[in-house]
């Protein structure tokens, strides 16, 4: 990178990191998890209240902005052009789970980290591109192409934000996603999500509860059941909650659906407990020893359905929820696959499975996607990355669904470095006390600016 270029992005970041921290924090303190939809709040009241105050960062950047029916948005530079370069970032966020130090909602430092929800996936970033956009107006002449920073509200959970977007706008020439790792990721798996249900009713199961989300190791499952007593069990919580009636809840470790090296589902303590116990009924139990079978290996081969094609990381799954509905005991799955499987095929294995046991509902699922690591665009970010970290990483692919997907030409791109060592009190992206650190996420920018430099100078 040119010297001149480097001082100038330096001095910006100067300039302006307690105004990016300040930023940082009232987007943060904008508890933006899904909910109900309301008039003019497609995905409920907080993910709208984070759009808002995203784009009004933006308007005191003095960027222009556009707001898409409240379901995604847009700061840009350089004009509205149709030929564009863009990034995208999500301001909405996973629910909080347990096991917080600090108040989730508010922004808190230690030992240069940054602490809340969000903070990393994907507001720390969001307000990351702002400020990128901000240096293009100020220092970035007279743009060869308009820069996008797009705001999405509904990354984590249906990502019809990002479908809004492409029913009315002009898809851009490349896009990059800060809602990744770095160095840079030119793949992702197939995602399918669905539910194992059971064909039994509920009988000594009074209600069963656990997790709040399909993408996230739940960290604690609770059940309620019918039974005389029942054991003492290290780690699980016991109440008798009225005569006959035991609540037992269970705690794990919770993460990231696409990389469950590491968590310990709640939900698989709890079927554990019941089965060695022999605490439910024989139809129960039947339901229990095929849905376990999730939580005991993420890799699908308990379920026959393990896959590895060499490009991706083999296939993962896991169980995000567990609840009764109608009388039926439900478990939630998230599958992650490579290249030589489909879901078409997983629904095909699991029906075979779960024969007798279980109904298994899959939704419609996207497929895997994968980019050459020597495309132009891409090389432009990965020169970006190299010249401002100096590392000498190589692009990867991953298990998660980013928005990178929703593009015809795009890509994942930092900010975390998960092969960084952290101190405890750092927890992940999804988990309890997700954290980010400020240098790093300052770093970051500097990343992106010099690699929205690069770009502006190819030919598309
Ligand atoms: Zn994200």
Known sequence: MDETLSRQIDAFIEENKDRILWDMTRLVGVPSVEGPAEEDAPFGPGPRK????????????????????????YAYVGGKGEKYLATICHVDVVPIGNGWNTDPWTLTEREGYLIGRGIVDDKGPAVLTLYALKFLQEHGGALRYPVRAILGSNEETGMLDVKRYNETEPAPLFCFSPDAEFPLINGEKGIVHGRIRSLCKMEKIVDIKGGAAYNAVPDKAEVWIQAGSVPAQEGLDIEEARFGVWHITAHG????????QGTVSAIGILEDYLLENHLVSEAEEEFLRFAVKVPHASDGSLLGVAADDGLFSPLTVVSGMIYGE??????????RFPTNTSAARLQEILEKEAAGVAAIELDEGKAPFYKDPNE????ACMDAFREVTGSEKKPFTIGGGTYARSFPNA??????HLDRVRPAFVGPIHGANEAGHFGELLEAMKVYIAALMNLEELEF
Do not use: N
């Not at 109608?326 to 599958?335: A, I, K, S």
């Not at 132009?376 to 090389?379: P, Q, V």
């Open 411 to 416: 890509v994942g791109f930092g900010p975390e």
């Open 376 to 379: 132009k665009e891409l090389k």
């Open 253 to 260: 470790i919770g993460g990231h659906a696409a990389s469950p």
């Open 326 to 335: 109608d009388d039926r005991l439900v478990q939630t799955l998230d599958f």
């Open 50 to 73: 984070a759009l808002d105050m995203a784009l009004t960062i933006a308007r005191e950047l003095e960027l222009g902005t556009e707001d898409l029916d409240h379901k995604i948005g």
